[in-house]
């Protein structure tokens, strides 16, 4: 299995706009058959904090998914609306988990 995270800082007075924009997000992914992120919030830590993520069956699937993803102008048009409530003092990061082998 690979997951899929993303973080993400939403600027102050700014964290509804972000969770619209998710579900907004995840609309447009069903459209492209692309599994939901799932918004997760730390319960301590940084404010306005959220981390996104998506399971794919394996490899080939996280990258046939992102090419989807990336190559409908709609839906990265909608990915940059994030940068209308995202915090300018945190850049968001990428981080890509494969599932952990088994070791005889």
Same mark, same amino acid.
């Given at each position: 299995?690979?997951r899929?995270r993303?973080? !993400?800082? @939403?600027?102050?007075g700014?964290?509804?706009d972000a969770i619209t924009?998710?579900a907004?997000m =995840?609309?447009?992914?069903?459209k492209?058959?692309?599994?939901?992120w799932k918004?997760?919030?730390?319960?301590?830590?940084?404010?306005?904090?959220?981390i996104?993520?998506?399971?794919?069956?394996d !490899?080939? @699937?996280?990258?046939a998914g992102?090419?989807?993803?990336?190559?409908?102008?709609q839906?990265m =048009?909608l990915?940059r609306r994030?940068?209308d409530w995202?915090?300018?003092?945190?850049?968001?990061?990428?981080e890509v988990l494969?599932s952990?082998?088994?070791?005889?």
């Amino acid at each position: 299995m690979v997951r899929h995270r993303i973080h !993400l800082h @939403a600027a102050l007075g700014k964290y509804k706009d972000a969770i619209t924009w998710v579900a907004e997000m =995840n609309q447009a992914r069903q459209k492209l058959g692309l599994p939901d992120w799932k918004p997760w919030a730390p319960i301590d830590g940084d404010f306005n904090y959220l981390i996104l993520e998506a399971d794919y069956a394996d !490899l080939a @699937a996280y990258d046939a998914g992102e090419q989807k993803f990336q190559s409908d102008p709609q839906t990265m =048009n909608l990915f940059r609306r994030g940068n209308d409530w995202g915090s300018p003092a945190h850049w968001p990061t990428d981080e890509v988990l494969v599932s952990a082998p088994t070791i005889s």
